[in-house]
């Protein structure tokens, strides 16, 4: 079976721009929960996706949103980039909701904001 | 609020010896979640163990062993004969299953374990 995967792997912008990051999950997984990590404040949850439905948010600005489509597959959108942005983005899968299922994580995506 | 302290920044040992990764948390659910996650230099954060709340027993796979003890909120984790393959950040995380919609991991800051041939 095939993990989840994550495009693009890397990528480089500019201050002020936005981005949209893709994560496919596991076959048959609905659940997809999505990380952000930096050096300084480590792994940290930014929001969950469950049947097309946000169901669970992290601490973070409006910037930071996504969505789920009917195939579970789930994008990350961050708009107005700035520098802080700079992290790896973890997406996770799972068959059920993210805390009563272990959650499968992708590769990453490495985002460096200029 | 959940809490997932792994007081071991950074752990340097020669290969061939043991060595445990401390994993102090803390809830007040009485139903929860522990993982155990490796993070190679690749990046990909790899699924070790899971354990609930109700299930205190030890665990082992392969050189790998899990010491979970509620009373003093700590699920530990050794790696036995230590191998260079096992070089890599490891992290303990936390979820519950109270019913109110958290179901986010909360994980620890990690420990960088360093094996030197």
């Known amino acids: 079976k095939a993990g989840v995967t994550q495009t693009p792997r890397y990528l480089i912008k500019t201050r002020g721009q936005q981005v949209t990051l893709s994560c496919s999950p596991i076959s048959g997984h609905r659940s997809v929960s999505w990380y952000q990590q930096t050096p300084g404040q480590g792994l940290q949850f930014l929001f969950e996706?469950?049947?097309?439905?946000?169901?669970n948010k992290g601490n973070f600005p409006g910037r930071f949103s996504g969505r789920q489509f009917s195939n579970s597959r789930s994008e990350m959108n961050v708009s107005t980039l700035e520098l802080g942005d700079s992290a790896l983005y973890l997406c996770?899968?799972?068959?059920?909701?993210?805390?009563?299922?272990?959650?499968?994580f992708g590769p990453g995506t490495r985002l460096t904001v200029l | 609020a959940q809490k997932v302290t792994q007081a071991q920044t950074e752990i340097s040992v020669v290969e061939k010896e043991d060595v445990t990764l401390d994993c102090v948390y803390e809830t007040r659910d009485t139903t929860y979640y522990l993982f155990w996650y490796k993070q190679p230099p690749s990046g990909e954060l790899v699924f070790l163990i899971r354990?609930?709340?109700?299930?205190?027993q030890n665990e082992i796979s392969g050189r790998y062993s899990w010491n979970f003890q509620k009373s003093t909120s700590s699920f530990n984790f050794t790696i036995t004969a230590s191998q260079v393959v096992d070089s890599a950040v490891y992290f303990c995380a936390l979820t519950d299953d109270s019913g109110a919609g958290s179901y986010q991991l909360t994980f620890g800051k990690g420990t960088k374990l360093s094996v030197i041939p």
């Open positions: 996770a899968s799972s068959l059920a909701r993210g805390g009563t299922d272990t959650q499968y």
């Open positions: 996706y469950f049947s097309e439905t946000q169901r």
């Open positions: 354990r609930n709340s109700f299930d205190e």
